[in-house]
């Protein structure tokens, strides 16, 4: 994404305001905020693939659906 500089991050101030235009978020705000997201997100699947795990054998569907998955 494109930056520029703008009003400086209390949090970053090393940055001296450096932000994407899209946006108008601290560049190291956002990938804070897209780390934790894709970790929350990442946990709820491997919950997912748990406990389809549990009842796979009892519905053929989630069985294959798993060997799609490769898991």
Do not use: T, W
Not at 9 to 23: F, S, T
Not at 44 to 60: K, M, N, S, Y
């Amino acid at each position: 994404m494109r930056s520029k500089y703008g009003q400086v991050c209390d949090k970053h101030p090393e940055l001296a305001g450096r932000r994407y235009v899209p946006n108008n978020s601290c560049i190291k705000c956002h990938s804070e905020q897209n780390k934790d997201q894709h970790a929350r997100r990442r946990k709820a699947v491997l919950e997912l693939i748990d406990a389809a795990q549990e009842i796979r054998f009892r519905e053929p569907r989630i069985d294959a659906a798993l060997k799609e998955m490769r898991k």
